[in-house]
Every structure is written in C-alpha cells, then in structure tokens.
C-alpha cells in the first residue's frame, strides 16, 4: 500500500470535495491512457491523499512508481478527475457513531474521520452538530497494514 499525496489541481480546488467522495487518477509516466478510481482521504486541504493498494498489475504499477519517487524526492506527475460520488447521509445528527472498514476499504472512512475532526468546533458553536462518540472498527489481514494510515 502507498499513499499518494498531491496538490489539488486548479479546477478541483475550485469544487470543494466532500467525503465520500472519489477521483479518476492517471500516471501518465506508466500510461497515458488508463485512469482508475480512488477514494480521497484527505478531509478540507489543498493537497489531496489517496492510499493505493497493489491488488492487480496497474496498482501494483503505480505503488512502485510511487515507492520509487519518494525515494529520489520527487512528485508523481498525477492527472486529476473529479471529484465524483455523493455520500448524502447526514452523519452529524446522530449522538454516536459506529463505523466499520475492511482493509484499504478504510479510506473513505478517513476522510469522513477528518471532517468530523475539522467541523467539530464550527458546528458545535453552530449546535449542528449532535455527535458524542465515535466508534471505528477496522478490520485487516495484518496489524502492520496499519502503519501508512497513522
């Protein structure tokens, strides 16, 4: 697993992204043809992160490209779709929240993480916002899976 992190191009820093939420990334310098979705985990930044994990020839491609190009310092050219997706459920009414991710499958959940963490003292000055407790249950093959993600 790699975690990709780029600045937010001029035309998706314009569409604030929401969690959930996913882009269609292309490497240009492993082709130039072939984008792929991925959920963003980044909550309201001007960079956005994406964690890939290598389960077929094209992810396990561009976790090498990005192992490669952390080790000489430099940043992945990265083209940039969307973002696209709607999670329309309104998580801050309720007092408590329980949520659960399988391996990679955390990674939108991050992003829901962060922005209960960003909005948690404008919406309680606001009293929009009803959550007490969170509860995350992450299920993996391998505790050390989780390391990248702290």
Not at 11 to 32: I, M, T
Not at 45 to 51: A, H, K, S, T
Not at 72 to 82: E, F, P, S, W, Y
Request: some cysteine; glycine content about 8%; proline content about 5%.
């Amino acid at each position: 697993t790699a975690k990709v992190r780029f600045e937010k191009p001029f035309l998706v820093a314009l569409r604030k992204h929401n969690p959930g939420q996913y882009v269609f990334v292309n490497f240009p310098e492993l082709s130039r043809t072939e984008w792929h979705p991925y959920s963003i985990a980044s909550g309201d930044e001007p960079f956005i992160d994406l964690y890939i994990r290598a389960l077929g020839d094209h992810t396990q491609k561009v976790v090498e490209h990005a192992e490669e190009c952390n080790a000489h310092g430099k940043q992945a050219l990265i083209r940039c779709d969307g973002p696209y997706g709607n999670l329309s459920f309104n998580y801050f009414r309720y007092g408590s929240l329980v949520l659960v991710g399988g391996g990679i499958g955390i990674t939108p959940i991050i992003s829901v993480l962060k922005n209960i963490y960003e909005c948690d003292k404008k919406q309680l000055a606001n009293k929009r916002m009803c959550i007490r407790n969170v509860h995350l249950i992450w299920i993996m093959p391998h505790a050390s899976e989780a390391d990248l993600f702290l």
